[in-house]
């Protein structure tokens, strides 16, 4: 038995039932087709007993009967399609949301997204198509089924034609595919040029030789895809042309050497030839959904590698609502042990690590953590929060050791701000005290007519200054109330006086309500704020005790 291929695989989350009432559908608008063409066919070949407002009667009920048959096949088939498409982009996404966030970088967000908005559109694109051939396949065989009972060898001869026909375009459909292949890798890199372009839109403009080199590059990318795309449309034209010319000289047979072979009356010779034009449109149908069939099994093949390799990057967390050992949220000691990081290798370089990592934070300790560039502070923080996946040693939180089963119960006590944080235009989480409580805390951060929630729980604005978006950022993540309080140098664009009000008075307010604050700063001035810093040095961690006075 021939191997499923990505895109028959995807399609079986269709439902049984709902396939096989879609496909008994497509036979009875094929069939009445064929009804049209037989009624048709008998009153041309033989006038004497034909009854005009008969037929005409049958031929408008057999055309009501395609209507209503086709129009279900059409809107049931989409409805399902995209039914299995909507649950793929929602296992995926959950499945994304599930891995490691050193996982998520090796796979790249680019990726991610083509898969989830490009490679999805693609089949949901091609869906009308593939059913016009699906339809046009069951024509054809319901249409030579009749030609047979017509005559036999212009069954035969018509059958071999469509089957040579049909199997060339299938051989040079598969070459077609590495072409596909070839544009759509080189679609993404053309893709990742633009996005550098773009995101880097303030570079580029102050550095014409980069701006040049990147229309260079730009260029080169795209000479390769369209050269890849001209291929591919090359050969897609060449198997339209080949499949046309292959049914004219079918034709051509069938009305000038097959009365030779097989003599037979005038009468036949008419249905056979019209039967013959009548499917030809089928054929051409058939031809042109070959190429569009080549497009949606390249992106079903994107999904389903995109699937297997979030598959391959570690177990899976543990399944929302799945019973899992929570950690104490009123928890006494938050202790590393042996902690060990080593980023990936990068050609001949090992990867920056970090460790053995042993400390211990105190509930409502408030420890800075400082150090170089480079020196591993933002690497702590994302092991520390549970978003990299320590590679030795272990987190604890009193006597409870933090695993993949309860590592989300323990992210959800961490409110975080990260160096490269995101802001969401939309608060998707409305905290206790409802849409006051924001507006409090917006006003707590001096962004009061700067921006505000709308009735949409919409952010009326994000076009904000860089030490604005970081209060906004700190504001939600406080908004949040979780007893872990984690922040990567988030004071760093904050002007003069708000930030001798973060250090002075936010700070110690948010220890006084018993918050465990660990935070990387650089603010050697407000170092006495904290009870500890922890100084990092290639990766290690070096103590320096006690307050300052």
């Known amino acids: 038995m021939a191997r499923m291929t990505e895109f028959q695989s995807l399609l079986r989350g269709v439902a049984r039932p709902q396939a096989g009432r879609l496909l008994v559908l497509s036979a009875l608008a094929a069939l009445s087709n064929v009804g049209v063409l037989a009624l048709l066919n008998s009153a041309a070949g033989d006038p004497s007993m034909a009854n005009g407002t008969r037929d005409l009667f049958l031929v408008v009920i057999m055309v009501a009967i395609y209507r209503i048959a086709q129009r279900a096949v059409m809107v049931g088939a989409a409805q399902e399609v995209e039914a299995v498409l909507h649950r793929t982009r929602l296992a995926l996404l959950d499945r994304v949301l599930q891995i490691d966030l050193q996982a998520l970088d090796t796979v790249g967000a680019g990726e991610i997204l083509a898969v989830l908005t490009r490679h999805a559109q693609t089949i949901s694109d091609s869906l009308t198509v593939l059913l016009v051939g699906v339809q046009s ?14 005559s036999l060898p212009a069954f035969l001869l018509t059958a071999a034609f469509i089957g040579v026909t049909l199997a060339v375009q299938h051989a040079s459909g598969r070459m077609a595919q590495a072409n596909l292949r070839s544009a759509t890798a080189g679609e993404a890199g053309l893709f990742g040029i633009l996005r550098d372009c773009l995101e880097g839109f303030k570079e580029v403009k102050m550095h ?3 701006a040049q080199a990147l229309l260079d590059a730009l260029s080169g990318q795209a000479q390769a895809v369209a050269g890849a795309m001209g291929r591919l ?40 030839t019209t039967s013959v034009l009548f499917v030809i449109g089928s054929v051409g149908l058939l031809v042109q959904s ?10 079903a093949a994107s999904i389903a590698g995109l699937r297997r390799q979030l598959d391959s ?33 990068q050609g001949d370089e090992p990867g920056f690590a970090i460790g053995p990592l042993d400390v211990t934070v105190q509930r409502g300790e408030m420890v800075f953590v400082t150090g170089g560039n480079g020196s591993g502070k933002s690497t702590l923080l994302r092991l520390l929060s549970g978003l990299y996946h320590p590679g030795a040693g272990s987190i604890r939180l009193d006597q409870t050791a933090i695993t993949a089963d309860n590592q989300q119960a323990y992210r959800n006590m961490i409110a975080a701000v990260f160096g490269d944080f995101h802001l969401f235009r939309r608060l998707y989480v ?31 604005s994000l076009d904000l200054s860089a ?7 700190l504001a939600l993540a406080l908004l949040q109330d979780r007893p872990i309080l984690v922040l990567d140098e988030v004071a760093a664009d904050f002007d003069p006086g708000f930030r001798r009000h973060f250090y002075q008075d936010m700070l110690p ?38 307050a300052f006075a």
């Open 233 to 272: 449309r090359r050969r897609t034209a060449e198997q339209f042309v080949f499949g046309q010319a292959s049914l004219l000289i079918m034709l051509g047979a069938m009305v000038l050497l097959e009365p030779l072979v097989a003599p037979f009356t005038s009468s036949v010779l008419i249905r056979v």
């Open 509 to 546: 307010a948010l220890k006084q309500a018993g918050k465990t604050i660990i935070a990387a700063s650089h603010d050697e001035r407000y170092f006495h704020v904290a009870d500890r810093i922890l100084r990092l040095e290639d990766g290690r961690i070096h103590h320096i005790n006690g």
């Open 313 to 345: 990057l570690g177990p899976a967390a543990t399944p929302a609502g799945a019973p899992a050992a929570t950690p104490n949220a009123a928890f006494q000691e938050l202790a590393l042990e042996g902690l060990r990081f080593r980023y990936p290798t």
């Open 430 to 460: 409305m905290p206790a005290g409802g849409a006051a409580q924001v507006q409090a805390s917006l006003a707590a951060m001096d962004l009061a007519g700067k921006t505000a929630l709308d009735e949409a729980n919409r952010f009326t």
């Open 290 to 299: 070959v190429p569009v069939l080549a497009q949606a099994e390249n992106a």
């Open 467 to 473: 030490g604005q978006r970081r209060r906004l950022a």
């Open 208 to 210: 014409r030789p980069r």
């Open 137 to 150: 396949a069951l024509l054809i065989v319901v249409v030579l089924l009749y030609i047979a009972t017509l």
